[in-house]
Structures are given as structure tokens and as C-alpha cells.
């Protein structure tokens, strides 16, 4: 097949990360594949894995001058380029690659991709654009590909649930370094709970410092790791948090890690609180890829990825004593970890890992092009 993927998106996020390791993933299975997107990390990505790409869109500028090039390189892009699929992985102008192969190239099919929480406009032009421009849609969650049909009005047909996936190679349990855990002074018997995700109120840590909070009396130390990037709240904020709940010398902080498979290795325990959401959940997968039972909220795709109380526990939103009890439950039965631990494993192997990811795409992709495949 020839697949050309539109992103327009100069961050690294959870959906650019979809975009360019599927379209790695398909490359490998011998498909030819052609990224358009902006400069910016995804574009870095993607060459970095030797990707072709396109670097000449600029949608994001948001002016009638850079839509008019845009659809005029779409549509040369596409005559030359020949492509089976158009996969638009974007919000801002997501109408705009379907529209111009739907005018320049009908023989192309296009394939929306959804990696993202927002639900879909309902307005007429969304409705048409999602009906008569757009083949098929690809959702990165069950809950995600039921609000689509429910918005839409789209039959079930049309949509497809591929979930997100890990680098199993990379997070593996394996990856384990006993030094990581005295770097961070953190004892060998603590209990230690992480959490990964930038410091933004939609992430919760204040419900996980609370928990933490909880667990003071327990025979084992329960240590909190935090590790992730300021954004809308910064560490101060965080730290102030541990000192008015009198966890302070519990709370552990990394901005950065460049080693984060060993770091995540090192661990007890991985959570998520998001209070919203997740659409694609890296850090939960990259937890469970290292062998880490997992404890999660119950938003986005989250419940879909844990299987409950087989390899972790989903428990509602914004609830610390949920948490507690559930981490508590957890650090006084070592064995219960280890259990989910591998369960966590394997998991990842029966279902998240890269290749699976690209196979899955490509079967999607075969049977929106039937016989031409």
C-alpha cells in the first residue's frame, strides 16, 4: 500500500506519537509511506526513523493564505504521490485531506484517525465532511469510537478501535538497575508509587498526594515518585502540597529522566489519576511493559486498557480514600504485585505491542480498500 499521513502538529503528544510509530510500524511491513506535517518533534521523530516526510504544511498559522497552499500542495502531493489511503491524524483542518483527495484523487481512500479526547463537532459541516469525505474512521478507544457514532450518526461499520501502543523492547522488566533506587533515595523495602505525567490539573496529583497522605501509618513507607515536566503547575506547588499533608519527606521529583525504563523499573507500583483525558495513556502502557501493576482512574481509554483486578484496579475520578484503600490492599500483599505485575506483562505482549500496532492498522486499512489490497 501507499499511505500518506497528515499531521499537523508540531508538539509530541500522545496522537503525534500514534501517528509516527504506526506509520514506522508500516514501513516495516513493507507498505510505502509518506508523512505531511509541520517542523516540530513529531517531524524530528519521524526522521529519526527514517520516515519520508513532507515538511511544507502549515495549518496551524490559521490564515486564509497558508489554507489556499495547503489545499494546493495537498493536491499535488497526491497526484504524484499516488496514495491507496489518506490517514489525516488532526483537528485543526481535518476536513482538508479528505476533501482534496475526494476531489483530485477519488481513487484514495481516506481513513480519520481520532488519538485525541475531543469529541466531534455535530455542526452540518462536520456531519457532511464525516459522511461524504471521510471513509473510515479509526479511534484510539472503544469509549472514544462510541461518541463518534453517537455524534456522527455513523453506523458501527464505519469505525475501527485500534489502541495505542508500547515499545516493549524498551520497557521491559528487564531494564532494572539496582542503583536507580539509591540515587533517588528511596529504600529497598519502600513502597513506592508513581506517577508519570506532566504537572497539570488534569493529571490529579494533588488526589495522589492526599493518598499518600492516608498511608502514613501503614508498617511500610509508601514514597511517592512524581515524575514529569511543569506545565500549568509547577513543582513548587506540588512540594508546598507534601508539606501542608506532612509527606514532604515522602514526595519524590524528577523533571526529566532520560533513563525512565530503569527508573520505571524500580517502582512498585504505576498510577494514573487523570481527571479527564487519556485518550492514548503512554505512561499506563509503559508501566505495564515493565512488569507494574497499575492503578488508574476511570476515564478515556483507561479502563480499557487495565484489565480489573487481574493486573490493576480502575477506581473513580478525584477519590484519594479509593486510592488509598487500593494502594494499601496493595502494599501489604507483595505477592498480590507481583501477580498483577506479570499479568501487567503480559498483557502488553498479547496485545500492545508495536508490531501488533502496525498489523492492526494494516488490516484496517486491507479491508477499507477491499479487493484492492
Known amino acids: 500500500m501507499k499511505i500518506i499521513q497528515v499531521l499537523n502538529s508540531p508538539n509530541w503528544s500522545a496522537a503525534s506519537a500514534y501517528c509516527i510509530n504506526v506509520s514506522y510500524e508500516l514501513m516495516k511491513l513493507g507498505h510505502e509511506v509518506l508523512i505531511m506535517t509541520e517542523p516540530g518533534k513529531p517531524l524530528e521523530q519521524a526522521k529519526s526513523f527514517g520516515i519520508p516526510c513532507d515538511d511544507k504544511l502549515r495549518l496551524n498559522e490559521h490564515c486564509l493564505s497558508a489554507y489556499v497552499q495547503g489545499l494546493k500542495h495537498l493536491k499535488q502531493t497526491y497526484k504524484r504521490f499516488k496514495p491507496d489511503i489518506v490517514s489525516a491524524h488532526m483537528n485543526e483542518c481535518s476536513w482538508m485531506p479528505g476533501?482534496?483527495?475526494?476531489?483530485?484523487?477519488?481513487?484514495?481512500?481516506?481513513?480519520?484517525?481520532?488519538?485525541?479526547?475531543?469529541?466531534?463537532?455535530?455542526?452540518?459541516?462536520?456531519?457532511?465532511?464525516?459522511?461524504?469525505?471521510?471513509?473510515?474512521?479509526?479511534?484510539?478507544?472503544?469509549?472514544?469510537?462510541d461518541v463518534c457514532c453517537k455524534n456522527l450518526f455513523l453506523s458501527p461499520e464505519k469505525l475501527s478501535v485500534v489502541y495505542g501502543s508500547v515499545d516493549s523492547e524498551k520497557f521491559n522488566p528487564n531494564a532494572y538497575d539496582s542503583s536507580i533506587r539509591k540515587k533517588l533515595n528511596l529504600a529497598e523495602d519502600d513502597f513506592v508509587v508513581c506517577l508519570l505525567g506532566r504537572l497539570s490539573p488534569v493529571k490529579g496529583h494533588e488526589y495522589a498526594i492526599k493518598a499518600v497522605s492516608l498511608l502514613k501509618e501503614l508498617p511500610v513507607k509508601v514514597k511517592f515518585l512524581c515524575i514529569g515536566?511543569?506545565?500549568?503547575?509547577?513543582?513548587?506547588?506540588?512540594?508546598?502540597?507534601?508539606?501542608?499533608?506532612?509527606?514532604?519527606?515522602?514526595?519524590v521529583t524528577i523533571e526529566r529522566c532520560d533513563n525512565i525504563s530503569a527508573v520505571l523499573n524500580s517502582v512498585d507500583v504505576g498510577i494514573i489519576t487523570s481527571l479527564g483525558s487519556e485518550a492514548n495513556s503512554r505512561a499506563t502502557l509503559e508501566y505495564m511493559a515493565c512488569g507494574k501493576p497499575v492503578v488508574v482512574t476511570n476515564v478515556g481509554v483507561l479502563p480499557e486498557l487495565v484489565a480489573e483486578g487481574k493486573n490493576g484496579f480502575v477506581i473513580e475520578k478525584g477519590n484519594s480514600e479509593k486510592l488509598a484503600e487500593t494502594l494499601k490492599k496493595m502494599a501489604l500483599n507483595k505477592n498480590l504485585c507481583s501477580e498483577m505485575g506479570k499479568a501487567s506483562r503480559q498483557r502488553i505482549e498479547d496485545n500492545f505491542t508495536l508490531k501488533q500496532f502496525g498489523l492492526k492498522m494494516e488490516a484496517v486499512y486491507k479491508t477499507v480498500l477491499g479487493s484492492r489490497a
Open 99 to 145: 476533501f482534496v483527495a475526494k476531489m483530485s484523487f477519488p481513487t484514495a481512500k481516506v481513513v480519520r484517525v481520532r488519538a485525541d479526547i475531543a469529541a466531534p463537532n455535530k455542526n452540518i459541516f462536520n456531519l457532511y465532511v464525516n459522511h461524504k469525505w471521510t471513509d473510515h474512521i479509526i479511534c484510539s478507544s472503544q469509549l472514544h469510537k
Open 229 to 251: 515536566y511543569e506545565s500549568e503547575r509547577k513543582y513548587d506547588w506540588l512540594i508546598g502540597e507534601a508539606e501542608r499533608l506532612g509527606v514532604a519527606d515522602r514526595l
